[in-house]
């Protein structure tokens, strides 16, 4: 995800990994395949974004049974901060941890590199945060959330209307 959608060089990935730059482009490649093969997301449209609507308003009002009913098993939810990277796993933990994708609800809906998204913004106009929701077979499998200022600062956002 770093590389690919941060253009991130392997080669300051492969510490965070403590792998070598090589060991990291096999472990992203091989990441690449599986994800391809296990979770074919759906063609954009309304009921992505549905989905994700229901999502948001469950996280939203703390409805832990809807999360749980709308989120894939294994779901993944990785959150990009100053501080780095932290990815959960699992719907269970990631419904836990739902309220940074609740406060997003009173953001705007969002295209992301073809996937639904929101993005929410300061008043003064300054982005601050990005999520973006892969959905397979009628359940969140990926949730990307970008809270990190400078990362925001550098990606070409649309601006709200």
Not at 75 to 87: L, N, S
Request: aromatic share 4%.
């Amino acid at each position: 995800m770093l590389h690919d959608v941060f253009a991130v060089p392997f080669a300051e990935i492969a510490p965070i990994l403590g792998r070598s730059a090589d060991a990291t482009k096999m472990l992203t490649s091989r990441a690449r395949r599986k994800a391809r093969a296990a979770r074919r997301p759906e063609g954009p449209g309304r009921h992505q974004r549905e989905v994700v609507r229901a999502f948001l308003a469950a996280a939203g009002e703390g409805r832990f049974d809807e999360l749980l009913r709308v989120l894939h098993p294994e779901v993944t939810f990785t959150v990009h901060t100053p501080d780095g990277p932290f990815v959960t796993i699992g719907a269970t933990e990631v419904a836990t941890r739902a309220r940074l994708a609740g406060s997003a609800a009173r953001g705007h809906a969002a295209t992301v590199n073809g996937l639904p998204g929101v993005i929410s913004w300061h008043e003064d106009g300054v982005p601050l945060s990005l999520l973006a929701f892969t959905v397979a077979d009628g359940r969140i499998t990926d949730i990307t959330a970008v809270v990190d200022p400078a990362t925001l600062a550098l990606l070409d956002l649309p601006r709200p209307v």
